[in-house]
């Protein structure tokens, strides 16, 4: 079994190896494969805002079916102190900058969401398996934030890549996905 840091490396330098031309199309495809999934009947919708240094998904499909549904979209600021998120209304009055990390986000003036009212949460990774188990960037963000969540939260990882059929061995604070969309498809963990 590999670890996660050799995966982490290993699937940094593929997504690295894309055009942006691919990140673009299978952004799209992702947000198109997400349109099957029977979630859309919740309010409130937590989603990433990519890293374009880092050639992350590009959400921004995902967020205008989202304001197209009428639904109430969740950001986040991240502190790097503790590893915690806060999380935020995302409206037109939203002002987002570009932290040092690249990471595009609120400003703290905004609208406070309590993480127990999100219904559904858009995870970003770096790899993933078929039993729901995901690398990030190894400083558990996003682990600490759904087990903030409440127990029924559906959480959905996106991958440009197919999950990996070999187990990554998960950590014990790490959470596992419910469904992984990925640009070939959608899979459901059981």
């Given amino acids: 079994m590999e670890s996660k840091e050799v995966l982490r490396k290993q699937y940094i330098q593929r997504r690295l190896a894309l055009t942006l031309d691919q990140v673009e199309e299978y952004s799209l495809q992702i947000a198109n494969n997400a349109l099957e999934i029977d ?3 919740h309010s409130n919708y937590h989603i990433f805002l990519p890293i374009e240094k880092q050639k992350e998904i590009n959400t921004e499909y995902l967020l205008h079916v989202l304001q197209g549904k009428d639904k109430n979209v969740v950001i986040s600021r991240s502190n790097f102190k503790d590893f915690s998120m806060s ?7 939203t002002k987002l900058t570009v932290n040092t990390y690249g ?7 905004g609208i406070a969401i309590d993480e127990k009212s999100i219904d559904v949460v858009f995870v970003p990774l770096v790899a993933v398996d078929r039993f729901g188990n995901r690398v990030g960037y190894g400083k558990g963000f996003y682990d600490r934030f759904l087990k903030k969540c409440r127990p029924d939260v559906l959480k959905i990882g996106l991958s440009f890549f197919t999950p990996r059929e070999v187990k990554i061995d998960p950590s014990s ?7 992984i969309i990925y640009r070939q498809g959608i899979l459901k963990v059981v």
């Fill in 39 to 41: 979630i859309w009947n």
């Fill in 87 to 93: 999380n935020y209304l995302l409206t037109d009055q």
């Fill in 173 to 179: 604070t790490d959470v596992g996905l419910d469904y």
């Fill in 103 to 109: 990471i595009p986000e609120p400003d703290e003036n």
